[in-house]
């Protein structure tokens, strides 16, 4: 389980830092306007914007297979209740919104088992799509 922990870290630093430049993106080809036509008042909606474009990134490429940090790492989101469904990965992803909530998702998953919390209540696991090699001479 604490490989698993690693590399679901990994995926989720890489997830992050491309989050993080897409919000960057969207801050450096808004800020002329911004500027120009004194609405500095829109980056109030910033922190907001962030919460939703980190949730869709998340839950949409989960669906489809992946995040590039998942991708990366070789792993999946799977349901344990057959096909996974738009609400699980929704579901899963709500703590990622903010810091807090991922800690307190973290700190009560991890002592019941689970790394995460919302993955019981969603009914999704994490596995790894391809053998990870344990080191040893062959």
């Known amino acids: ?22 919000m960057y993106i969207l801050t450096v080809a808004v800020y002329p306007a911004v500027l120009l036509l004194n609405l500095f008042s829109i980056y109030s909606y910033w922190l907001p914007l962030l919460a939703l474009i980190t949730l869709i990134y998340f839950s949409y490429l989960e669906y489809h297979g992946g995040t590039p940090g998942k991708r ?48 019981a209540i969603a009914r999704t696991r994490v596995i790894r799509t391809r053998k990870v090699d344990d080191g040893g001479e062959r």
Not at 81 to 103: C, F, T
């Open 72 to 119: 990366m790492q070789g792993l999946m989101v799977v349901s344990v209740e057959g096909d996974l469904q738009p609400w699980q990965v929704i579901l899963r992803n709500l703590s990622k919104v903010l810091w807090l909530p991922l800690a307190v998702d973290l700190l009560v998953g991890y002592p019941l088992g689970h790394l995460r919390i919302l993955d």
């Open 1 to 22: 389980m604490v490989e698993l922990w690693k590399e679901r870290l990994y995926a989720f630093i890489v997830d992050f830092l491309i989050v993080t430049a897409i």
